[in-house]
């Protein structure tokens, strides 16, 4: 597969997902798998996950992956470098992409073998976070984040909050 998961470089990320081998720019690394399931059925699972993390990916109303259960779905574990955490010098290297329905990550530069992947979650990733109170760096905002405010190809946060 060309990748193995490792601690992240990124302090207090937990895992990463390394390159073992060079991906040249436009490579696709690995596919974003899991449980195909609704958006619907996204947010009833968030009800249920109370203090646990998520790892949907939203395509569309009707087609999402769930690799929350699916610890062999290596993707789940790309982190985003743009995230609450940022390190100088490192930054995403890597992109969502559908490719005959489903999700890749996509390498958007060079990467070389021992390199940790990144990859974009996307502004409504980040803000759904915010406002559930992640951010380790502000105090919990109010912030309306609407339950339809979802971007496609961008993995969808843990809870989405109710209107």
Not at 69 to 85: I, M, P, T
Not at 91 to 100: D, M, P, T, V
Not at 108 to 115: K, L, T
Request: proline share 5%; hydrophobic share 35%.
């Amino acid at each position: 597969m060309n990748v193995e998961v490792k601690k992240s470089k990124i302090p207090n990320a937990g895992k990463g997902l390394f390159a073992t081998a060079l991906f040249k720019r436009g490579d696709q690394i690995i596919e974003y798998t899991g449980d195909q399931i609704t958006w619907a059925e996204c947010q009833k699972r968030n009800e249920a996950l109370d203090g646990v993390g998520a790892y949907y990916f939203y395509i569309s109303e009707k087609k999402c992956i769930d690799a929350l259960y699916r610890l062999d779905s290596l993707a789940r574990y790309v982190n985003d470098a743009a995230g609450f955490v940022r390190i100088p010098g490192i930054r995403n290297n890597s992109r969502f992409e559908i490719i005959k329905g489903k999700p890749y990550i996509v390498a958007s530069r060079n990467i070389f073998p021992g390199d940790e992947i990144y990859v974009g979650y996307g502004r409504e990733y980040w803000a759904a976070m915010r406002y559930n109170g992640f951010d380790p760096n502000k105090k919990k905002s109010k912030k309306s984040v609407k339950e339809t405010e979802v971007s496609e190809n961008h993995p969808t946060p843990k809870r989405v909050p109710k209107q």
